[in-house]
């Protein structure tokens, strides 16, 4: 069933939108402050579609995304009180927020550079270092640091692919959608 190779077209068009670069930046600064969708979904196409721009789009990626950070600093610095109960509802961000926590007091500046560079939610540490009054040089530094070296890893992958990634990707997708989401089951099988 080809349920994967028409949405994956879709995707690469409006990752050639005029405007796609400002959506970027948009998802880019929400991300690192409260919203769940990573950035590297829309980087990663909108690389692969423009290889020219992949350095321009990772810039534009990580700029946005410390700046999203410091909203993050902000929120958890000024609002933690409101915060707290929708995280606390969500069982996933409270633990991450917890580990968080704990991260900071034994590796403070590592723990954010880390958290910008791995899939560990971001915007949890962000939130955190805010609560937790972390200096806010350090903190904008190792924000840079980690988010800039993923966002731009992302964005030479792509561009090193280019239009013969782009033209594999559209042969396998099907498969690779499929197995990507028997692996979803799987896991969620398994965690139960």
Known sequence: MRIFS???????????????PWFLGGLSFA???????????????????????????????????????????????FAFEWVAPWLEARPRYWQ??????????????????????????YKVFTIAAGVLSMALAPFALA????????????????????????ALLHRYVDALGWVVVALAVLALILTR
């Open 96 to 121: 991450a927020y917890q580990q968080a926590v704990a991260w900071f007091g034994r590796y403070g500046f590592w723990a954010v550079l880390v958290a910008g560079f791995s899939p560990i939610p």
């Open 6 to 20: 028409p949405l994956y077209r879709r995707v690469m068009q409006w990752s050639r939108h005029p405007r796609a």
């Open 31 to 77: 991300e690192s402050s409260f919203f769940p969708v990573p950035p590297d979904v829309m980087l990663a196409p909108m690389a692969l579609a423009r290889p020219e721009r992949a350095w321009r789009l990772a810039f534009i990626t990580t700029l946005a995304s410390v700046a999203g950070g410091l909203a993050g600093y902000a929120i958890g610095h």
């Open 143 to 166: 924000s840079l640091v980690g988010r800039g070296a993923r966002f731009y890893l992302v964005a030479a992958l792509m561009r090193l692919g280019g239009a013969r990634m782009e």
